[in-house]
């Protein structure tokens, strides 16, 4: 099977969804969909809706976006917050417009509040999340972990600090913890049966030199010169600075380690977050249409 068979395989109407592991090919095959299938590509993708780190974050390029339209690219300041909750409701309306939806990302946790609904969380007070970057920079990941009820440290992923910290800010917050929220989830806006879902499975050892090669054409790219820009606004705080390489890089302009030192420690941070990506799918994506990365080539 080629890509030509897989983009034949989808229907022309209807929403496509298409999640897989960072650099597994999932952009690639959203745009040939939209060229020759028909649609508009939307971001999936928690980082790629700021408009910092455009090539850190693999932003469609000028060319590919004039080959089809792509929307919630870029469109939030680099400074602004951004939730699961935000991007369903800006992606709802979508879903009834006459261009029909090609969805793609990453991030697992906007595929599932799509199709499998969304905890009306309460927002949480800037003062809660100034109070959650003290304690992750005080006392670390494990006492926020600790400090979390037993419901939903057995619910979420304990190693992803942004997963813990939303955990610790809902239960600061609310004084409901987030499993008990979502217990209460409406019904999805988009259930998984009314769309063709493609779940791009990438083992470890295929994807791991395409990352070290997308690393490297990022660096051809300009990303160093993308972070020599955004070291005037850097704050390792904000959501936009947790784009894979930025911390490295910055740490590179100030003289704290070599290129080749943050080339090596942005490859290694990508490897654990591609890993982390494949369990979420392997859990949360059991009745999702499953292909190879070969049958894209």
Avoid at 12 to 33: D, E, N, Q, Y
Avoid at 38 to 64: H, K, R, Y
Avoid at 122 to 129: E, F, I, S
Avoid at 275 to 294: D, L, N, V, Y
Wanted: glycine residues 8%; proline residues 6%.
């Amino acid at each position: 099977m080629g890509l030509a068979q897989v983009v034949a395989g989808v229907p022309r109407s209807g929403a496509v969804l298409i999640a897989g592991p960072t650099a597994s090919g999932k952009s690639a095959l959203a745009l040939a969909i939209a060229e020759t299938r028909g649609g508009v590509v939307v971001n999936a993708d928690a980082l790629q809706v700021f408009d910092a780190w455009p090539v850190l974050t693999a932003q469609p390029s000028a060319a590919e976006r004039a080959r089809a339209r792509h929307l919630l690219y870029g469109q939030l300041a680099f400074d602004a917050t951004y939730s699961a909750g935000d991007w369903l409701r800006d992606v709802a309306p979508l879903l009834e417009a006459a261009e029909r939806p090609i969805i793609v990302g990453g991030t697992g946790l906007y595929f599932a509040a799509l199709t499998e609904g969304l905890a009306a969380v309460p927002a949480v007070p800037a003062g809660v999340r100034e109070e959650a970057e003290a304690l992750l920079s005080g006392s670390g990941l494990a006492a926020m972990v600790a400090a979390l009820d037993p419901a939903t440290r057995a619910r979420i992923d304990l190693a992803n600090p942004a997963r813990v910290r939303r955990a610790w800010e809902v239960l600061r917050a609310t004084g409901r913890g987030l499993a008990d929220w979502q217990a209460a989830t409406p019904p999805p806006v988009l259930p998984l049966s009314r769309a063709h879902a493609i779940l791009i499975e990438a083992p470890k050892s295929w994807l791991s030199p395409r990352i070290e090669r997308r690393f490297d054409a990022m660096l051809a790219a300009g990303a160093l010169e993308e972070a020599r820009r955004e070291a005037l606004r850097w704050n390792p705080a904000l959501q936009s600075s947790r784009a894979i390489g930025a911390r490295e890089l910055i740490a590179h302009l100030r003289g704290e380690i070599t290129l080749a030192q943050a080339r090596a420690a942005a490859i290694v941070a990508t490897r654990q977050y591609a890993k982390r990506q494949r369990t979420w799918f392997r859990s949360r994506m059991q009745g999702w249409r499953r292909i190879c990365p070969q049958d894209l080539e």
